[in-house]
């Protein structure tokens, strides 16, 4: 039979007495490994938070050129909608809207449902409008935009029934 040799050194831990009075032991590795986890999500969260300059160019030549209404004839988030578009007509130019205007009402983009009242009624367009200006004021380009509204918000058309 062969006797393995015990070694005499121990791995060590760091202990820390808790309410009780009694050591617990922690592994150091894990302890900043933990830390590390805390303070990266920290870290993420306020990165994401923050209002970045936006990348998009917000106004420009448009595709529609009648006027916005006004947001004073709304109120909250109605109102909020319109302002949106008053502030980032050329990202909204450049959006298609989903709920398929273009098809039911001869709209040309996203930013005509806010040239009547029908971006105040239709959730799809309110929709649109505020996850753009999210993605605008997360610093992302105008294609970014575009493509994460399609990703988003794309469904195949349904014709309503009468």
Not at 27 to 54: D, E, I
Not at 94 to 107: A, I, P, V
Not at 130 to 150: A, C, H, P
Request: glycine share 6%.
């Amino acid at each position: 039979m062969t006797q393995k040799k015990k070694s005499g050194s121990k791995k060590q831990s760091s202990t820390i007495k808790n309410s009780s009075g009694k050591k617990s032991a922690l592994k150091k590795p894990a302890l900043g490994a933990s830390a590390l986890f805390l303070a990266g999500g920290l870290l993420w969260a306020f990165q994401s938070s923050r209002k970045r300059t936006p990348v998009a160019p917000a106004t420009g030549n448009l595709i529609e050129t009648r006027p916005i209404l006004s947001p004073a004839i709304f109120t909250g988030k109605v109102s909020q909608a319109y302002s949106i578009a008053q502030e980032i007509p050329k990202v909204l130019d450049s959006q298609f809207c989903y709920c398929y205007c273009k098809k039911e009402h001869n709209h040309k983009n996203l930013l005509t449902c806010y040239t009547s009242k029908h971006g105040a009624k239709c959730s799809i367009c309110l929709n649109e409008v505020f996850y753009s200006y999210e993605l605008y004021n997360q610093g992302k380009t105008l294609d970014e935009i575009v493509t994460r509204i399609d990703d988003k918000f794309y469904r195949p058309y349904q014709p309503r029934r009468i």
